[in-house]
């Protein structure tokens, strides 16, 4: 049960948030805006977005104790000089979508980083290849060691 409404959250207050389609939601507190907006951190998605205040609620006591169920990744690759960073970011999330719809995705640790980041690869299950593999043979990015 969700407590009651956040009325001055403060940054890095952890509280409970209502996301349309996924019900209550944990999040950070990370910055706050004008028109009682404020600036969070989805912990179970690893994504960020302004939501109104209103829609804050002080979280259970229990939801703190409860491990992050999203774990940031780093890629361990590099756009080469000269490419179009944002483009080849793009088609290299696209190439993600597109190796997850056609199986599981396998995550290849090459370092742990603080704050629990992981610095790494995505590979196709089914081939042990790197998930944008073709964008390392055209050169659009190099792998990092």
Not at 124 to 134: I, R, T, W
């Amino acid at each position: 049960m969700m407590g009651a409404v956040v009325k001055r959250p403060g940054v890095g207050q952890a509280v409970g948030v209502w996301w349309e389609g996924e019900g209550w939601c944990r999040a950070l507190v990370r910055e706050r805006g004008e028109m009682g907006k404020v600036f969070v951190e989805f912990v179970d998605f690893g994504t960020k977005d302004w939501v109104e205040g209103q829609w804050l609620r002080q979280v259970p006591e229990e939801w703190l104790t409860l491990p992050p169920l999203a774990v940031k990744l780093e890629f361990a690759i590099d756009v080469n000089e000269g490419e179009n960073e944002e483009l080849v970011c793009e088609m290299i999330w696209e190439s993600i979508v597109e190796a997850a719809r056609r199986g599981p995705i396998i995550l290849k640790v090459v370092q742990f980083q603080e704050e629990g980041k992981l610095f790494g690869h995505l590979l196709s299950s089914a081939s042990m290849k790197l998930v944008y593999q073709e964008f390392v043979r055209k050169e659009h990015v190099s792998i990092v060691q």
